[in-house]
Every structure is written in C-alpha cells, then in structure tokens.
C-alpha cells in the first residue's frame, strides 16, 4: 500500500462519518455556500502575475512537522500581500494537519484571493463541503481516482461554481483523466512512492498537455530559475509550499522568490 493508498483509506471513513453528522441540506445552510466564487484560472493568467500559488502546510507525510508554530490567517495574508495568485490550505488533517478551521481563517482573512481545498476528493459530498468553507477550486489527483469519477467529481465541481485542478504524475494519467470538466492541470513533481521530487516530470509532460488547460507545476520548487526554465515550457502556476513553510515568514520567503524571478527575467 503506498502513501496514496492509505491516504484514500482513511478520507473513506472520514467522508462517511461526516455524512452521517452532517447533511448535504446543513452545508447548503453554511454562510459562505452561496457566495461567488473566485476565479484561479483569470487570476494565474493576469498580465504580470506572479504565476504562485502559496500554500499553508503543516506537516506531511514527506516531511513530518514542517512548522507547527504558525497561525494560517498571518501565514495567508503574507502570502497574498508578497504577490500570491492564489492560496492553497490543506484541510486534511490526519496526514497533513490541516482543518476547516485553517481554511475559514485563511479565507476570512482574504476574501479577494481564489482558494484551493487541498484535500483528496473522493466522493460528491466534499463538494458540498468546499463550497460551505468558501473554496473556490477543488483539486482531483487522478492518481486516486478512475476517469469516470475524474468526470463526474470535475462536472459536479463546475455546476456548483467550483474550478477544478486535475492533479497528474505521468503520461498515462494525464491521457486518460483530462476532460472537458477539468480548468487547470497540474502535474505534481513529487514521486508518491518514493517522494522524491523531479522537476524533469513537469519539463516531459508541459508538451503533452493540451494548450486550453492552464499548466502548473506542483512540488518541490524552491528557486527562480526552476521557475523560469517551467515558464519556458508552458507552465503559469506553480503550487508551492514547504520550501516556503520552513522559514519563520513564509510571506517573506515568497517575496524574496518573486524579487528574484522578475530580476533574472528582466536581465
Ligand atoms: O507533500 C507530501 O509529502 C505529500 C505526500 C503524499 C501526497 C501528497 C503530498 N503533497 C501534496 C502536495 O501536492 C504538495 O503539498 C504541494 O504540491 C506543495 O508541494 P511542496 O512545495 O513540495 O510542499
């Protein structure tokens, strides 16, 4: 069983005891429900956008703690103040320590911000869920699901407003799981089974991606030219979070990586 395996194992039983303590009807009640939802996709592809999507991050079964001391309201606001596109927070708790109550605080503190729900979806219900914290994207790993439930879970996704990022590793992944109810692909550079991190993963599949798909790259990316050699080829997203997690001001870490991106690209 790898990483993944466990990880779909245990959100099975959680979904299922959610459902059973909250109805679909009591999400649809949820304040933030029916606001209007922000788009990632207008946001990441704006003139002079910094491409970045700065995600809040706890732990991970990579790393274990990456920081633990930190309030996800300051840590957000950072973010968006140093030049983020986007936010990410997880809301996974058992493998990534994440909550719902990180996500509402973030989001409380950045209304203006498109969100993703970093979790793994595996069922129509954490739909219902994301949109009663006030997400605005919803992430589908292929890598969990089969392509029907890619296209089910993404057309869902869209009827409620949502934008749905497609997570993939490889070729066949990505042959199989894009479809039309998918805004944006990300190709995550971690190896679940071993977790290394290779940005050769993102450089072999820019191509192969279909152009009407807004491309990012995900993990592992700590320095600006890595940022400008995955712009070259395509990419206008790239879904970072620990390299800037392990500093005691994660917004000023992003800061200080877009100081050096648009200086390099300016020279
Ligand atoms: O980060 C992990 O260890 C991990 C393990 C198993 C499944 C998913 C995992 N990460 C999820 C992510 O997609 C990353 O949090 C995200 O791409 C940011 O990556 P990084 O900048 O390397 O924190």
Known sequence: MNILDKIVAHKRIEVAEAKSKVSIADLEKAPLFGRKTLSLKQALTAEGASGVISEFKRKSPSKGIINDAVLPEIVTKGYVEAGACGLSVLTDTEFFGGTFDDFAKARAANPSTPMLRKDFMIDEYQLWEAKAIGADVIL???????????????????????????????????????????????????????????????????????????????????????????????????????????????GLALKELIGRFQLTSNQ
Request: hydrophobic fraction near 40%; glycine fraction near 6%; proline fraction near 3%.
């Open 140 to 250: 589908l790993i292929a890598a969990c699901l089969t392509p029907a439930e890619v296209r089910q879970l993404g057309r869902k996704a869209q009827e409620l407003g949502l934008e749905v990022l497609l997570e993939v590793h490889d070729r066949d992944e990505l042959e199989q799981s894009v479809c039309e109810y998918v805004d944006m692909v990300g190709v995550n550079n971690r190896n679940l089974k071993t977790f290394v991190t290779s940005i050769e993963t993102s450089l072999e599949l820019a191509q192969l991606i279909p152009n009407n798909f807004v491309k990012i790259s995900e993990s592992g990316l700590k320095n600006a030219e890595t940022i400008l050699q995955l712009r070259e080829v395509g990419y206008q997203g790239f879904l970072i979070g620990e390299s800037f997690m392990v500093t005691q001001n994660p």
